[in-house]
């Protein structure tokens, strides 16, 4: 008995401590400590103690120097081609972006060790293109408890030719700081339900009556929408205002106002979202606002265009502040406005915020800025132009998250509709893996999202 607990006792200390990085440095659970290399390893250790369900912890702390980097790393059994699902908790102590040195990294492999090939996605199955090898996967961060503890999980497919997947608990790039992984689970699964939505994009212009005749020209096209089952529909830059002979005051509306109550009544009849934009009056100030509208007739949310262009700017518009993403039946669906898609920043922050869809009422913009955001963030980008395909520049259309348009209006009146699965990882030639999960570990800082070092 006392030869046990003597063993016991050095199994802990030996824990505790500064391992060199070795394959047989395997003390806990099968969970290995390992590091790039010495200079730069962590300190390694577990807690009894553990979360709130009792499992017990393993523990990385990093001491004041910069770029210490280490991990956790464990090796699990798969069968190609089947499902597994990956959850553990995480808390951390003194560090500045849990989404950077923080991650979890699941690699996949065959018997020999070596990454295999991706499974060629059936829309490249029959290109001359290189399928890459599978990218690791980036469980995604998710609720954070009162305690602190978040959980970070993701269900994944192995690929045909993998035998294991090998598991990373990372702590990276965070001096003095310390992380708790706690309650590591991974496991065979069923496939996720798919996550189909249909996207539909109207191309057309109004006619520039009046600003309640301009909504009304969108009826009988919102009805062919429907009738073919579109989930969203994307209308034009500010509607109402399109070519009427009004000044600026006199076309801009309180929300709700005219223009939403009429898109409302359309959404709830034909039991669909509905996206446009609109010239809106708050007081003395006036906002180029996007609107997403229920099919219940209901205002869900509505994004002041924040990017302004020169001639807006000089009418008095004035600018948003804030990039809101809207919770729908399907997903999360950000907006943005014409001169919002010259720049990085707009999608990229709706992308942050969880948007899986960005719906972009545009006049005009160049094609080339479509793809851009859409292929950047992994997002489905659906706009809706005022432009004809033959001026070259920018179309009504819905891109992929490759950034490839996957359905094109071609003529004014044009309905346009894409089916697509909001829950189907991104896989193609010459691809890094899902990007979209990667985007939130591996996009650098941001001004005021980590403190300046004072020296």
Not at 320 to 348: H, I, N, Q
Request: aromatic share 10%; hydrophobic share 40%.
């Amino acid at each position: 008995m006392k030869l046990i607990l003597r063993f016991l006792q050095f199994s802990v200390l030996a824990f505790a401590t500064h391992l060199p990085v070795d394959a047989a440095d395997t003390d806990y659970l099968g969970w290995s400590m390992v590091s790039p290399r010495d200079e730069i390893r962590p300190k390694f250790s577990s807690d009894p103690r553990g979360n709130e369900q009792g499992a017990r912890s393993l523990v990385i702390t990093h001491d004041q120097r910069e770029g210490l980097d280490g991990w956790f790393q464990k090796s699990f059994t798969v069968n190609g081609g089947d499902f597994y699902r990956f959850q553990v908790m995480r808390k951390t102590n003194n560090v500045a972006m849990p989404r950077r040195s923080c991650l979890v990294r699941i690699s996949w492999q065959n018997e020999a060790g070596n990454m295999v090939h991706d499974d060629a996605p059936p829309e490249h199955a029959d290109t001359k293109l290189p399928i890459p090898s599978a990218e690791p996967e980036y469980p995604t961060d998710g609720v954070t408890d009162a305690q602190g503890w978040t959980v970070v999980g993701g269900i994944y497919k192995s690929p045909a030719k993998a035998t294991r997947a090998i598991i990373e608990l990372h702590l990276q790039w965070a001096p003095s700081g310390s992380v708790e992984w706690s309650g590591a689970e991974f496991a065979k699964t069923n496939p996720p339900i798919d996550r189909k939505v249909r996207l539909a994009t109207i191309h057309y212009k109004p006619t520039g009556k009046s600003p309640r005749e301009n909504c009304e020209e969108y009826a009988a096209l919102i009805a062919e929408a429907a009738k073919r089952k579109a989930d969203i529909v994307v209308l034009g830059e500010t509607v109402p205002s399109v070519g009427v002979k009004l000044n600026l005051e006199e076309t801009a509306e309180k929300i709700p106002g005219p223009a939403t109550e009429y898109f409302a009544q359309l959404a709830k009849q034909h039991h669909t979202h509905i996206v446009f934009s609109l010239y809106e009056r708050d007081a003395h100030l006036i906002y180029n606002t996007a609107v997403l509208l229920g099919p219940e007739g209901n205002l869900i949310g509505k994004y002041r265009k924040v990017c302004l262009p020169p001639g807006e700017a000089a009418k008095g518009i004035a600018p948003g502040k804030d990039y809101p993403v809207f919770d729908t039946a399907f997903g999360k669906v950000g907006m943005m406005v014409c001169y919002d898609g010259f720049f990085p920043e707009v999608a990229r922050e709706l992308t942050k915020r969880g948007a899986e869809i960005i719906a972009w009422p545009v006049y005009g913009c160049n094609p080339l800025l479509a793809q851009a955001r859409a292929c950047e963030n992994h997002v489905y980008l659906v706009s809706s132009a005022f432009m004809e395909p033959k001026q070259g520049w920018m179309i009504s259309a819905i891109f992929d998250h490759g950034g490839k348009p996957i359905a094109q209006a071609e003529k004014w009146g044009d309905v346009v509709i894409a089916e697509v699965s909001l829950n189907k990882p991104y896989h193609g030639p010459y691809n890094l893996g899902d990007f979209r999960s990667m985007v939130s570990r591996h996009r650098p800082p941001v001004l005021g999202e980590i403190t300046p070092d004072p020296k």
